[in-house]
């Protein structure tokens, strides 16, 4: 397995920094692109102390199955300069579509064996990618199958019953000034004080994954934890009957949306502990095995 630095040109010319793990044996390879949640996050995943440390995981998962993984820092995060703050919800999906088209570009990579790995925010990229006639695969960590608005008011509600009573009115009310910023119009308003990126939350709150999902021909694998308070795990079976190619489900037992195991009671104060632990060994083993069934590879290829 072997790393490098990959430059991408975004449409206004941003150049996005990324890295490129490559599996050691002659190429060309299949490739995928992995998409990461919302947040300030770098190309691994991570925001500060939160450390998911998704990209090093999957990518070290799937070079072993002789799969390269394309990862990039966001916008005003790591080595990609700009600012995240008023980056919108449509900037992020342009970026991940310069990020294919680079990909597809690399002389390195079998243009004909291209999927898209999304989680949370980024499956809702992937659905977008997939309807592209040089994606072969989607992969969907944790997607919904709704509008922004309606999967933001399941999300309050799941992460409230979660908490003690006292806490829970906060999260409703936190969920209904973000619902407001509908109506601004600047990119970045203050909400209790605090500067939020109102522009994503607009165009995020009026996506509707639906639309993208109907139009994807290609092999869909969705996976989704029993215990993600944070997309309702019953999207499985409205992706599984929206799409009209070959749609693959999981309902992972235990699975947050961190993706690791939580033997109790689902709620976000157990986030810290946690990111403690690494990835799910079985959510890695059940999409690189089917990522490598997908795009035409098998173990011992690399």
Do not use: C
């Amino acid at each position: 397995m072997r790393t490098e630095e990959l430059k991408i040109s975004a449409a206004d010319g941003l150049p996005l920094a990324g890295t490129l793990t490559t599996p050691s044996g002659t190429g060309p390879h299949p490739a995928v692109l992995l998409l990461h949640g919302s947040g300030r996050l770098d190309r691994d995943g991570n925001a500060g102390r939160l450390n998911q440390n998704l990209g090093p995981a999957l990518a070290e998962s799937l070079a072993r199955q002789g799969i390269t993984t394309l990862r990039y820092d966001r916008r005003g995060v790591g080595a990609t300069p700009g600012d995240w703050l008023s980056t919108g919800f449509v900037d992020n999906r342009d970026d991940a579509a310069a990020a294919l088209s680079a990909l597809a570009a690399h002389p390195g990579i079998r243009p004909d064996a291209i999927g898209v790995v999304g989680h949370s925010e980024g499956a809702l990229h992937a659905m977008s990618l997939g309807t592209r006639p040089d994606v072969a695969a989607v992969v969907l960590l944790a997607g919904f199958a709704r509008t922004g608005e309606d999967a933001l008011r399941w999300q309050a509600d799941a992460v409230a019953g979660g908490l003690p009573l006292p806490l829970r009115p906060l999260v409703r009310l936190g969920s209904k000034r973000l619902i407001k910023l509908r109506t601004t119009t600047a990119d970045v308003v203050r909400v209790a004080g605090k500067r939020v990126n109102a522009r994503w939350t607009r165009e995020m709150l009026s996506h509707d994954s639906r639309s993208d999902l109907a139009r994807i021909r290609v092999p869909v694998l969705a996976v989704t934890g029993d215990k993600d308070v944070q997309v309702d795990p019953a999207d499985l079976q409205r992706i599984r009957a929206l799409v009209p190619g070959p749609v693959e489900t999981h309902l992972l037992p235990d699975l947050t949306h961190l993706l690791r195991k939580e033997p109790g009671r689902a709620s976000v104060r157990s986030y810290p502990r946690q990111l403690r632990s690494p990835v799910d060994g079985d959510l890695l083993d059940v999409v690189t095995s089917w990522l490598a069934r997908t795009l035409g590879t098998a173990p011992g290829d690399s």
